[in-house]
């Protein structure tokens, strides 16, 4: 059974170079950031889905899953910024399919893969509460594969239609949010926010980022997460190192105001001496700071996370001002976004779990890099059939939720390192890497052996 295609809308980028202040590398970053989107969380909710029934979009044949796909291709097209292609994401779609009904399905169902093609250029909260519409209401969807989904009420609007989010989104969500969205919020690929945050601060005090610093600018989108995260993990962290956190925070709700923002930050941290700066997870700032800090005359030593793009910086070394990378450090937990092949030789042994998959059903990838969509969505499949497998009843949200709290513990993500769910946890990876920019091969490199995240 192929995938339905969902409606298709082409981007239509708008032109902000004049909000940019001219700066044509800050306007096409300011493009690129738009659909790869804000941390801004949502409203509580309260939902619960009734364990004695079939959730949305289940029969006694078959489960109705949407995967949402963003047009990335589009974007390096406008933006000129490259970027290895993410290739057919429909196709890549199909051979999960396969794949799962190939191999018993979801607990004896069939899944019906739907596909959707989001258009980030438009992307608002009523562009995704119009997309959360059609895929709760007309899909009738079970369960929902997120990819640049950022505004503040789509998670909460799928939680409300009792619809099984799989987050494969590269956005941060601490423990408090997936419970506050319990039992509908996952992620098959990235780490719980609050053991990140405080795994950050360790690999940098490790790397020596901190030595002879008693001020550090910390950039961090402006929400309920990053604040509850920085304010009650990482500035403590900081103040047990003896280092104050001059944090910025960014209002996140448009390109306009993200450049605002990080050019005030810019211009504080210059007037205070600051000379070091790291960014909390979200809204991929580092690249769009590192323009403004070409703009402003500022330099400072900058640390980024998995969280920061950071093969920006590999892939377009002439759009970086000078001296950016010069020290750059951090920590890695999503190789595809990271590391060149050379490096950390693709597929890996987990890898290949997914890419064998893919392989069955005529995909192929050129690189790491070029899966860096097709792993996470592998990840969210492999974890939905985990979870359905388990079940001989009914199967709702709830139910999944509980099959995963006892057998999540065999889990372990192809897109990163390491495994952590089980028990209460909603976010799969385990591990890291400490990460430094290498001015020899003009890319990221990983140091020393795999860390473990502290669940907090």
């Not at 979009?57 to 949407?66: A, I, L, M, N, P």
């Not at 709830?398 to 057998?407: D, L, V």
């Not at 089980?422 to 920019?437: K, N, V, W």
Request: hydrophobic fraction near 40%; charged fraction near 20%; include cysteine.
């Amino acid at each position: 059974m192929a995938p339905h295609s969902g409606e298709r809308r082409p981007p239509a980028w708008q032109d902000r170079s004049v909000l940019l202040r001219s700066s044509a590398l800050a306007a096409g970053l300011a493009l690129a950031l738009v659909g790869c989107g804000a941390v801004m969380p949502g409203a509580n909710v309260d939902v619960q889905a009734v364990a004695s029934q079939d959730g949305p979009g289940v029969s006694d044949e078959s489960v109705k899953v949407v995967f949402i796909a963003v047009d990335l291709d589009a974007v390096q097209k406008l933006t000129g910024f490259e970027t290895a292609s993410v290739g057919d994401q429909e196709a890549q779609i199909q051979a999960l399919e396969d794949w799962v009904n190939d191999n018993g399905g979801l607990g004896g169902r069939d899944m019906e893969a739907v596909y959707r093609l989001y258009d980030a250029a438009k992307d608002t909260p009523a562009a995704e509460e119009q997309l959360c519409n059609q895929i709760t209401q007309d899909d009738k969807a079970f369960a929902v594969v997120l990819t640049g989904q950022y505004q503040p009420n789509a998670r909460p609007c799928y939680a409300q239609r009792q619809t099984l989010m799989l987050d494969a989104a590269l956005m941060p969500h601490d423990e408090q949010y997936y419970e506050e969205l319990h039992p509908y919020l996952w992620t098959a690929s990235y780490p719980e926010y609050g053991a990140f945050a405080t795994g950050m601060v360790d690999a940098l005090d490790e790397q020596g980022f901190f030595e002879g610093a008693d001020r550090i600018g910390v950039i961090a989108s402006d929400s309920e997460v990053n604040r509850r995260v920085g304010d009650n993990l990482v500035v403590p962290a900081l103040e047990k190192l003896g280092v104050e956190a001059d944090l910025a925070w960014i209002d996140s709700t448009d390109t306009t105001t993200i450049f605002t923002g990080l050019t005030q930050a810019a211009t504080t941290y210059q007037g205070k001496g600051v000379d070091r700066v790291m960014f909390l997870g979200g809204a991929r700032m580092a690249p769009l700071f590192a323009s403004v800090s070409g703009t402003t005359g500022f330099t400072a030593r900058m640390a980024v996370s998995s969280f920061d793009n950071p093969t920006y910086f590999v892939n377009n070394p002439t759009k970086i001002p000078e001296g950016v990378t010069d020290g750059m450090v951090g920590l890695g937990f999503h190789p595809p976004v990271e590391v060149k092949d050379d490096v950390l030789p693709f597929p890996g042994d987990q890898e290949k779990v997914c890419t064998d998959i893919y392989a069955d059903g005529g995909v192929e990838f050129a690189s790491r890099e070029s899966a860096r969509v097709a792993l996470p969505y592998c990840d969210a499949t492999r974890l939905l059939k985990l979870g359905a497998d388990q079940l001989d009843g009914s199967l709702n949200a709830t139910s999944w939720a509980e099959a995963i709290g006892s057998a999540g513990a065999e889990f372990t993500t192809a897109s990163g390192f390491g495994g952590a769910l089980g028990g209460d946890s909603h976010a799969a990876a385990g591990g890291y890497f400490l990460m430094r920019f290498d001015d020899g091969c003009g890319c990221y490199v990983y140091e020393g052996e795999e860390r473990s995240f502290d669940a907090e």
